[in-house]
């Protein structure tokens, strides 16, 4: 072009690429944007091909837009080349500011490479200024505009349509576009990115909240109890939600039900299951105080509840009422350990609170104490326990409590440095030692009646003295039927004297007569009062009971022994 036309072309080029970036900017979408980034190549800047290259998130590029020619445009539209053979391409030919410019006889080594190309036919260029048909310009487009920021893409450009290499105007120009392209890129990317996010966040908004509509139902119209409780802080465990079933279950509105903790109503006894159950999640089985003041046996599990930012953790409760199985539990326990007929403790049971107080060891033994005063003689080389100062006393003391502790058989109860030993009167005598007394009872006269009245007598005789038996003695105290005609008495905390004033009571309390079918009937008492002491077995004690027993009955006369 001549020097005095020339400003003219730059004004109309100007506003070419004015409402060329004005329509780039304007795309409602990034295949429009990249299209229009072509066309405007074509339209704006006098180039008869154009394409936009965009880099995939593998890092390949793919021809994303074309212009110029349909034939081309059909052939190498969404093909892709490796980001090995562009980087090869870019760092190739000549620098025009943030263009590359390939010339033709340094482009044939990238005849063979696998960036998607076209190829113009034309003559051979007969000016130094002239464009070939296998040069190649080049402008990289970068997410800030400009270098040093991230490639997105290469636009490419071919055969000017003055058929001249562009110079310094039409470069800047083509500078100034490939910087707005790619904002205009960036931007479309950003507006892409940011429309999928706001589908995809909607579509989890909806699946959240079909999720908590989902739970919600769940939770309203559950056939059991649920609740939601606080975990940690001062409000640990306070009840925040409910749902009918669970309110029903406690007799209590939601309301009121939000104004406790279950800390609040569970049994007293079950405080400590309760706490490890809501520390640690989990299952257990406990009681829960109804409004009416009874208490509920229920199965309560925890599922601890956080959210993905691990922000404020719940507990979430499911609470079963297991009321009827754990009736049916205890009465087949009661069945196990109980008499069917009397309803007192069995032998079984006798012999479990027995052996639960004794130990292996006596209280002070003297083989235990020796055995202790032989090993600390040996250490310190002493005469003999005998000899020994206060301080050889205390270790002794020491050493024979620690293999009470430790010496213990299998089947029996460990012995600790808590355990309280169970002694006993020395000789029968009232010497003032309170022990464990054990009274075995056996009825004179008692199979007569079964004899000559029958077992259903027997029985009702057997189930009136198993209650004034009871009667006579203090809470906490063991009335056990050991079989037939045999009860036994555990009385702790006695002396001689009170254990025999006992047995006086009770064997007043049996003589009176027993009406049954309106028939009166008389049975008698012999008991004998044996004691427990460690180091003995449950069958020791009580057959030393029943040795006294029938020595006591032997003593007495006939006659005050005989009855109905």
Known sequence: MDTESEPYVRLATLRQLHQVMA?????????????????????????????????????????????????????????VGSRTAWDRRLGMGERWGSLIFIPHNEGWVLDEDDVPSWYTDGPEPRFEDEWHPADRLLAPLYANGGLPGELIGVLSVDRPRNGRLPGAWGREAL????????????NARLRANMQRALVRLEREQQALRASEESFRQAFEYAPSGMAIAEMGGDQHGRILRTND???????RPAAAMRRYSFSDLVHPEDIGTLLRTSAEGGRAELRLARRDGTYLWVSLRNSVVADAADGPRFLLTHVED????KRRELQLAHRASHDALTGLPNAAELRSRLSSRLCRRPQGSASSRAAAGESVDAAYGGPGVQDFDQEAEALAERAARAAERFDTPAGEPVVGYDHVHVVAPEGGQDDGTKGLAVLFCDLDGFKSINDRFGHHTGDAVLMEVAR???SGVRDGDTVARLGGDEFVV?????????????????RNAIIPPIRVDGRGVRVGASFGIGWARCGMTAEEVLKSADQLMYVEKRARAKQQRRAG
């Open 322 to 325: 297991i009321e009827e199985r």
């Open 245 to 251: 079933a669970l309110c029903r279950l406690l007799g």
């Open 490 to 506: 555990l009385a702790d905390g006695l002396g001689s004297a009170d254990a025999q004033d006992l047995a006086v009571r009770l």
């Open 23 to 79: 329509d780039m900017n304007t795309a409602r979408s990034l295949a429009d944007t990249v299209q229009t980034v072509a066309n405007g190549v074509v339209t704006g800047l006098n180039y008869e091909l154009a394409a936009v290259n965009l880099v995939r998130p593998d890092g390949d590029l793919v021809v994303a837009a074309f212009a110029g020619n349909a034939d081309a445009e059909a052939m190498i539209t969404g093909r």
């Open 175 to 186: 500078q100034m576009y490939a910087f707005q392209a790619a904002i205009a890129i960036s």
């Open 468 to 470: 004034r038996l009871t």
